[in-house]
């Protein structure tokens, strides 16, 4: 995933996350929950994800594992990017 | 620890709740909750917070792995305003239970002017009950 990819993920980070601290500071393999996002505003910055990419998470990538940091939810991205451009 | 049971907790801000209405509306609502839920709650920001706390207890109950999808759909909490809330599993949910031997689901609740809590037990089945 690019830069700019993982820059936008982190403005919907910032808008939505809801986190205690400055998303600035989390490096790219920083545990989200563990640094204090809860399980609500997952489902925030899941819906604000699908906003800024212009594609719909399926019911199969509801899971922790795909929220958990700023590189799983780039690396699913990159999954569904080309899955729904089909 | 008793094997016999598992516990899940979680803690909604309602603002967070209201947040998600403003910010994404209809598509928030019927991404997360069932039509029974919708029916129920009516956009009631507090109770739509402890139906979803009700939710996320339940698939922490359910100890799902990290890489396992448990959708907010396939779990009903259609009387969380209600005395005796009960929780009704369908699809992901319902098949999760029953790998995991689950046969009762508790749930409780409680609140404060800005935040809601739940709490669900799982029971699964004894050797006694088979």
Known sequence: MTQPVRDEIRRVLSEHGRLPVAVSSLSDDADLFQAGMTSHASVNVMLGLEDAFDLEFPDRMLKRSVFESISSIAAALGELAPEQAA | MDS???????????????????????????????????????????????????KEATIKALMPSVTEAVPWQSISVPSSGSRNPSITLTGQASRLARRRGISHLRLGLSRTGTTVGAVVIAMRHTATER
């Open chain 2, 4 to 54: 016999s049971r598992s516990v899940g907790f979680d803690l909604v801000a309602l603002g967070e709740v209201e947040e998600a209405i403003a910010c994404f509306g209809d598509r928030y609502l019927r991404r997360v909750f069932t039509e029974a839920e919708l029916y129920a709650y009516r956009g009631n920001a507090a109770r739509l917070a402890a139906c979803f706390a009700a």
